[in-house]
């Protein structure tokens, strides 16, 4: 069965920091990676997306930056934390098929102090 | 571009009730996928039920149940015999059906209070 990580559970770092995030997917291949990002009590954003190792595609304009440097890796990174980069973050993988749902990891809770 | 909205930031029901959770869409394609997603405390996200948009018939799971209103660009989750355990924030979500991305765009979320 496919399972998908991501890690550090919760961040704190200070206003200028870097920062990278990992997401893995286990039990399948070729997947769609996704980033979202989610302020309190509010719906979620997509960030980046990708359908292919090295393949970007970024939603909004923003302090961050996404790679995938294996087929099954999804990073997202700063170079310099703002205090507005605070959220949940959140990685989702999908099939290629169109009907396929999207599957999400468990999230990672970031405070930029 | 496609919007979802969710007009109601919170909504409560009673034990063992019934409650209808609303989501409306604008779009101008014919083919697409909507979606029910739950986040419980834990904050990871489930999905609770899927609609196909050239299907008419609406789609069932369990106790999990949809109004699809494709002309009047609605999607609404009824819950039946509501239990402890569905207290969550509720996303709607919509996808189209030439997106090669497969990218969701989410509504704001409903929370869902259960009373005892």
């Known amino acids: 069965s496919q399972t998908i990580h991501q890690w550090p559970a919760t961040l704190v770092q200070p206003v200028g920091s870097p920062l990278s995030l990992e997401c893995t997917v286990e039990g399948t291949s070729n997947p769609n990676l996704y980033w979202y990002r989610q302020a309190a009590g509010r719906g979620l954003q997509l960030l980046f997306y990708s359908v292919g190792i090295g393949q970007i595609s970024s939603e909004v304009p923003q302090n961050l930056s996404a790679s995938r440097p294996q087929d099954r890796q999804f990073i997202l990174s700063s170079k310099k934390l703002l205090l507005s980069d605070s959220g949940f973050y959140l990685c989702a993988w999908s099939g290629l098929a169109v009907k396929d749902e999207q599957y999400f990891g468990p999230g990672t809770r970031l405070t930029v102090t | 571009a496609q919007t979802v909205t969710q007009s109601q930031p919170e909504m409560s029901v009673q034990e063992a009730e019934t409650v209808t959770l609303s989501c409306t869409y604008d779009t101008s394609e014919s083919d697409y996928y909507l979606f029910w997603y739950k986040q419980p405390p834990s904050r990871q996200m489930i999905l609770v039920i899927r609609?196909?948009?050239?299907?008419?018939q609406n789609a069932t799971e369990n106790r999990f149940s949809v109004n699809f209103q494709k002309a009047a660009k609605s999607f609404s989750l009824k819950i039946s015999d509501s239990q402890l355990g569905d207290a969550a924030m509720y996303f709607c979500a919509y996808r189209s059906a030439g997106d090669a991305g497969n990218m969701l765009t989410f509504g704001g979320g409903t929370r869902l209070m259960v009373k005892p």
């Open positions: 609609q196909e948009a050239y299907k008419q």
